[in-house]
């Protein structure tokens, strides 16, 4: 089992660099599917799919076996992360079969040469799903410039909330060596709001339940939001590696297919039998779990129809990567880092 403490520690740029020296590992197909060889019921080469979870929280894998849409094939949970890059960490080191992380984590890695390929779309951005960047009311801090020297938490280093940040501190102007002034500190989503109000920290990431609460209270307001500035988008895909895509076709595009149907199940049915539903999964599978979180469910956050990725969903990170420097003009294309092969929803307009 993926030992759940990965999950809480920093998954910095030099995690990602390290993790070049075990791709050859993943290469010797460890652990790379929980069953091979001839094909199951329905032409599908394996009978089940690794993964890691969320405490309290229910992914569309999950979604879409509970649904029916996932069969014959089965998941395997192995533990729970907070982690995008440690998620897809553990795909290429073939502790599990699929992972998802924010897309510039993904070009991160896939700039390191991992083998893994982007396969659908599974959360972003929209009216109703965001993220602000929180500061306590009476804050000396305005602007851009006024975080120079600042403390800002995040759930993880090298993931959606970093990129988010920079992205923002870029567009006010702020230099390079100014950027590197600005200190994020990894603080565990539930006691960011906690952290701010205790003048631990300067500035707290909070989305979802925990935002809502947070304004409930009362006393913070945003500096920004990733709305803001990107507007509605897919923010993170899930991934497979090439070895397993090639060795189990069927399977990747079961796999696919039915988180597709479960997106665009949760994007049409009404909420309050979205969220009963999930509270029903979570129940279910009995990990004695607080399922309080799924009550503030609100949409799906996904762009595309069925989890569809666009091009502009990895060309936008691999840009920012080139202008800071991480990789070289030419050295990644967007269109060929990711594909919607398997998508049934691959000839509909998004």
């Known amino acids: 089992m993926v030992n759940r403490l990965r999950a809480k520690r920093a998954v910095a740029a030099a995690a990602i660099l390290?993790?070049?020296?075990?791709?050859?590992?993943?290469?010797?197909?460890?652990?790379?599917?929980?069953?091979?060889?001839?094909?199951?019921a329905g032409g599908i080469e394996v009978t089940?799919?690794?993964?890691?979870?969320?405490?309290?929280a229910v992914t569309y894998p999950e979604l879409a076996e509970d649904l029916g849409y996932l069969a014959p094939l089965k998941l395997k949970f192995i533990g729970n992360t907070i982690s995008g890059p440690q998620d897809i960490q553990s795909v290429v080191t073939g502790d599990t079969d699929f992972g998802g992380a924010f897309n510039g984590a993904i070009v991160k890695l896939?700039?390191?040469?991992?083998?893994?390929?982007?396969?659908?779309?599974?959360?972003?951005?929209?009216?109703?799903?965001?993220?602000?960047?929180?500061?306590?009311?009476?804050?000396?801090?305005?602007?851009?410039?006024?975080?120079?020297?600042?403390?800002?938490?995040?759930?993880t280093l090298g993931a959606h909330h970093e990129f988010v940040i920079k992205e923002y501190l870029h567009r006010e102007g702020l230099t390079k060596e100014e950027i590197e002034q600005v200190t994020l500190v990894v603080v565990p989503p539930v006691t960011t709001e906690q952290t701010l109000r205790a003048n631990q920290i300067d500035v707290a990431t909070l989305g979802g339940v925990l935002r809502d609460k947070a304004l409930e209270r009362g006393g913070i307001h945003p500096l920004f939001t990733d709305k803001d500035l990107f507007g509605t988008f897919s923010a993170g895909s899930y991934v497979l590696t090439n070895r397993f895509i090639k060795e189990n076709p069927n399977a990747a595009r079961k796999f696919v297919e039915a988180t597709a149907k479960a997106i665009e199940w949760a994007r049409t049915t009404p909420r309050d039998e979205v969220i009963a539903r999930y509270e029903k999964i979570i129940a279910d599978r009995g990990r004695k779990e607080d399922a309080t979180a799924v009550k503030f469910w609100k949409s799906t956050g996904v762009a595309g129809k069925g989890g569809l990725i666009a091009e502009e969903e990895f060309s936008t990170w691999v840009d920012w990567l080139v202008k800071e420097g991480t990789l070289k003009e030419g050295q990644l294309e967007a269109k060929e880092l990711y594909t919607n092969e398997f998508n049934p929803f691959r000839n509909e307009a998004q």
Do not use: F, H, M
């Open 110 to 155: 896939l700039a390191a040469k991992a083998p893994i390929t982007p396969v659908i779309a599974y959360y972003g951005v929209d009216d109703n799903t965001w993220t602000g960047y929180y500061v306590l009311d009476g804050s000396p801090i305005k602007t851009a410039r006024d975080l120079i020297g600042k403390k800002i938490a995040v759930n």
């Open 18 to 40: 390290a993790l070049t020296a075990s791709l050859a590992l993943a290469g010797c197909g460890k652990g790379e599917s929980s069953a091979t060889g001839a094909p199951a």
């Open 48 to 56: 089940e799919l690794r993964y890691q979870g969320g405490v309290g």
